[in-house]
């Protein structure tokens, strides 16, 4: 019955072109490829490529068999990646948790490179509000966590700053504030707020409760369309809002008083217990200064 070698010969001579450039990509003599081809006709009882030219052409046997020889190559590479993990404390799935305030199309360039690195780790993502996330991790699970900074960090976990994403204060155009300029803080308190916290009724340290008359949400898309709808002023990252900002939905608003707005620090988290893994350092240093 043919082997793993004579396979590796003859769909590598087609991708090359030639027994030559095959043996070249292998390091292997020519004669070697040569014969581990001959070897597969024999067990194949067919031939699988026309030597009548300068360069081999696949017969029509040859065409029928190279989509089964490929799928069989990379099958026996899986296995071979998987049996050099047996005796690793890579996990076999990760979790990345992420706040939704944080832009997902940024992090994705990490995990193209990160996934090149581990084929054979599987990737779940979630989406949650970043206390939230620190809540998750205390379960030890595999999982990093991408947060706006918060003050309390549990001592089991740790951290490092990634970067910063901008926030502003916005309205709906429709909305009263919209009109006018605010000359201080009680302009504010006069209309409701629209504030993010955590499941758990937890408020994220920079996310200050200003007015008496405050509606929640754990996520900013929410908050994003409450604002559209005109219930209430509030603070987005930039990047949630500049759709709405550019349709005219939204406004930012207009201040007398110092900028309000805020440069939000974004962290990565690991739990102690699988901070030091490769796999973890690898991902901490993919997602650094991505931001």
Same mark, same amino acid.
């Given at each position: ?10 769909? $590598? $001579? ?11 990509? #292998?390091? !292997? ?14 067990? %194949? ?15 029509? &046997? ?74 998750? @991790? !205390? ?11 918060? #003050? ?8 490092? %700053? ?63 369309? @409450? ?13 949630? &809002?500049?759709?709405? #900002? $550019? ?45």
């Amino acid at each position: 019955m043919f082997s793993v070698e004579q396979l590796q010969a003859f769909v $590598t $001579t087609v991708n090359t072109g030639s027994f030559s450039a095959a043996a070249r990509h #292998l390091c !292997k003599a020519q004669s070697v490829v040569s014969q581990h081809i001959i070897n597969l006709e024999i067990d %194949c009882n067919v031939t699988l490529f026309k030597r009548t030219g300068r360069y081999p052409q696949l017969t029509d &046997a040859g065409k029928k068999l190279l989509p089964q020889a490929m799928a069989l190559l990379n099958q026996h590479q899986r296995l071979t990646n998987s049996a050099l993990t047996l005796n690793d404390q890579t996990p076999r799935e990760i979790t990345v948790a992420l706040d939704e305030g944080i832009p997902l199309r940024v992090i994705a360039q990490a995990i193209a490179e990160f996934q090149i690195k581990y084929p054979n780790v599987s990737l779940e993502f979630l989406s949650a509000s970043s206390l939230d996330i620190i809540d998750m @991790l !205390k379960s030890e699970k595999p999982l990093t966590g991408i947060i706006f900074s918060e #003050l309390n960090i549990p001592s089991y976990l740790d951290y490092e %700053c990634i970067g910063s994403v901008k926030f502003d204060l916005y309205v709906a155009k429709s909305h009263p504030l919209a009109g006018q300029v605010c000359e201080n803080m009680d302009n504010l308190r006069l209309h409701r707020q629209l504030l993010i916290r955590s499941r758990n009724t937890l408020t994220s340290s920079f996310q200050l409760k200003i007015s008496p008359d405050t509606w929640y949400a754990d996520n900013y898309f929410v908050l994003l369309e @409450l604002a559209i709808q005109g219930y209430g002023w509030c603070l987005l990252p930039n990047h949630v &809002a500049v759709e709405a #900002l $550019t349709n005219g939905e939204l406004v930012k608003l207009a201040l007398e008083f110092e900028d309000v707005g805020w440069l939000a620090n974004v962290d990565i988290l690991q739990h102690q217990r699988h901070s030091s893994l490769e796999v973890f350092k690898l991902l901490r240093k993919l997602l650094r200064n991505l931001l």
